[in-house]
């Protein structure tokens, strides 16, 4: 499970008239809803690691930037504006029952919230041509938004709405390392990664490491360790024990926030792993900037929406 439950709140929404949404214009305003909420407001999870940080870092440099970022992200939400002027390419993942109504059409309902979102939250444009360089404007356009999906076992659709800025993809790498080099390339190649990114990610970041597989298979695995709460380690021990070296290394290079130095150059490291090939060692590492913002809700084919990340009134998600 990727996802936090806490303060989750369940009931139906409906319109102001008292007349329930139809299920496609209520996946589209609780999508809406759930961009406007992962670009002003952080998980909880997050807030507290940043947070933590603040108060363990010993540079007095990075401390500053620690305070700012605290500072920044209390007056995004204060203020129910964008936690940065990169509100990123907008990435779905969701966990739909195959019997969910409409299920065939939930990627055009997921646009639309896309446009409205971009619309009236507001979020920058961020979709361009890479041909003609034109901007679609309404950060729609071939392959955007990306939407992965899952298979659910019970009745529901789950949306996670996973906003990506563009700094810290820029820092993704990937390494198809020989089978001898093992668990010690890993280290090797995730440090060598996080000193070349430097302060270009926006640190302190969150790192998503996948192992294994191929080589488009390692970088999915790698994003998709970035929706696991921080709070949360790797199921297996090893796995989880490998994740805490490795965050403690990457926290040992004094790159600290926003690559100023200090004690805080990673709040988290998420690991991913797929068995490979005999011939074959992928890695990918992907960065997620302090703003790791995320959000997530559940809509039931009864139509009552579940917000699992963030606290939204039944207003929020029915307009």
Not at 102 to 120: C, F
Request: hydrophobic share 40%; charged share 20%; with cysteine.
């Amino acid at each position: 499970m990727y996802l936090i439950h806490a303060s989750a709140q369940v009931f139906s929404v409906q319109r102001s008239r008292g007349e329930r949404l139809d299920i496609l214009s209520l996946t589209e305003s609780v999508a809406s809803n759930l961009l406007r909420l992962s670009v002003t407001q952080l998980p909880q999870d997050v807030k507290e690691a940043l947070s933590q940080a603040y108060q363990k870092e010993t540079n007095p440099i990075g401390k500053v930037q620690l305070k700012a970022i605290l500072d920044n992200i209390r007056l995004a939400a204060d203020m129910g504006r964008p936690i940065c002027q990169d509100t990123g390419s907008i990435n779905f993942y969701l966990k739909v029952h195959p019997r969910f109504p409409q299920v065939a059409k939930i990627g055009d309902a997921l646009r639309k919230a896309v446009r409205r979102a971009t619309s009236e939250v507001p979020l920058r444009p961020n979709a361009v041509d890479p041909f003609t360089q034109e901007n679609t404007c309404d950060n729609v356009g071939m392959c955007v938004p990306y939407i992965s999906w899952e298979i659910a076992e019970d009745d529901y659709l789950e949306i996670t709405a996973f906003p990506k800025g563009g700094g810290s993809e820029n820092a993704s790498a990937l390494s198809m390392m020989t089978p001898g080099e093992g668990p010690q390339g890993i280290r090797r190649f995730v440090l060598d990664a996080v000193i070349k990114a430097g302060g270009m990610p926006c640190p302190p970041t969150i790192l998503g490491v996948g192992i294994g597989g191929g080589a488009d298979l390692s970088m999915r695995l790698a994003k998709l360790a970035l929706l696991r709460p921080l709070d949360e380690p790797h199921q297996e021990m090893r796995i989880a024990k490998l994740e805490r070296n490795l965050l403690e290394a990457v926290n040992s290079t004094g790159i600290g926030p926003m690559g100023l130095g200090g004690d805080s150059t990673a709040l988290g490291m998420k690991i991913n792993y797929a068995h490979r090939h005999p011939a074959s060692y992928p890695v990918a590492v992907v960065f997620q900037c302090w703003a790791a913002r995320r959000s997530t809700a559940r809509i039931y084919a009864d139509k009552r929406v579940e917000y699992l990340t963030h606290r939204a009134s039944e207003e929020e998600g029915a307009d």
